[in-house]
């Protein structure tokens, strides 16, 4: 017994567009992928400097109530207030 493969003319072609078609499905969902994981980090990336922007704001504003009774000490609170705002990224 044998076995005979019949070649259908257009057959060849069909797959290979069928593979064109995966291959770019596969291009686009790791695109899309990314994009979707890019999304989230940069929408993070600006809360901290808000936040950090409000701590240094806090820490200034306790500053501003010694500043009376201890100058000094008050001006090493709004250094670190800057630099943990610099630090944070913002401005």
Request: proline share 4%.
């Amino acid at each position: 017994m044998s076995n005979t493969a019949i070649q259908q003319p257009g057959v060849s072609q069909q797959f290979q567009n069928v593979s064109a078609a995966l291959r770019e499905l596969g291009i686009t969902t790791r695109q899309l992928l990314v994009a979707l994981i890019s999304a989230p980090m940069q929408r993070i990336s600006t809360r901290p400097a808000i936040s950090a922007r409000r701590e240094a704001d806090k820490l200034r504003a306790y500053a501003d109530t010694l500043s009376g009774a201890d100058p000094r000490f008050a001006q090493d609170l709004y250094a670190a207030a800057t630099r943990h705002e610099m630090s944070a990224g913002a401005q």
